[in-house]
């Protein structure tokens, strides 16, 4: 039996730093989901999972941001408890109310991402103005409550109306508070530079 000692190509620096980069946005993704209070008006609790998500996009980018939710899921699938709560499992990404709301996660970062790059290419996010980063946040909110909407009436046979009172509106100041922190993790560094 011989050994091939031909030259292998070996995995680039770049590849090799953002998916420890999307490692780490999956396990702050986690962490987020331990700050959970519940929310009187709806089914699904109040996280800083969003917050995860509009960080992912901005600093990750679409692909990476997306790659870095999809490994969130993935962990929170086999048993991490990294879910609401600390729940885990295949049961919740499939029969929970909060379903919708999770697996808009990697679309919303690959959304955000897309319009703070303005593309699938990566660019200097600290660059994006302001209206781009606030417009490319709202963008992912709308993605995240649709889905998380439609999540609640297939679960929970909810109506229209009884989903987006108790699954969107009862989050929008949660969701304000959280474009504001994002914007001023973005931007932290022009406003030490001041």
């Known amino acids: 039996m011989a050994t091939s000692t031909d030259s292998v190509d070996l995995v680039g620096d770049e590849a090799v730093v953002n998916l420890a980069r999307a490692a780490l946005f999956a396990a702050l993704m986690g962490a987020f989901a331990f700050v959970s209070f519940p929310n009187p008006l709806s089914p699904a609790p109040i996280t800083l999972q969003v917050l995860g998500v509009f960080l992912a996009g901005i600093m990750l980018g679409p692909v990476w941001g997306a790659a870095a939710m999809f490994l969130y899921l993935a962990a929170g699938a086999v048993g991490a408890p990294v879910f609401a709560g600390g729940s885990a499992g295949l049961g919740v990404l499939l029969a929970e109310p909060t379903l919708g709301y999770l697996w808009s996660y990697p679309v919303a970062a690959a959304v955000v991402g897309l319009v703070v790059h303005r593309g699938p290419a990566l660019r200097d996010y600290r660059e994006a103005s302001l209206p781009t980063l606030v417009g490319a946040m709202v963008l992912g909110v709308v993605?995240?409550?649709?889905?998380?909407?439609?999540?609640?009436?297939?679960?929970?046979?909810l109506s229209v109306t009884e989903a987006f009172v108790g699954g969107a509106a009862a989050f929008i100041p949660a969701e304000a508070f959280k474009i504001a922190a994002a914007v001023g993790i973005v931007r932290s560094d022009a406003i030490a530079a001041d």
């Open 143 to 157: 993605v995240i409550y649709t889905l998380g909407i439609a999540g609640l009436m297939a679960v929970l046979g």
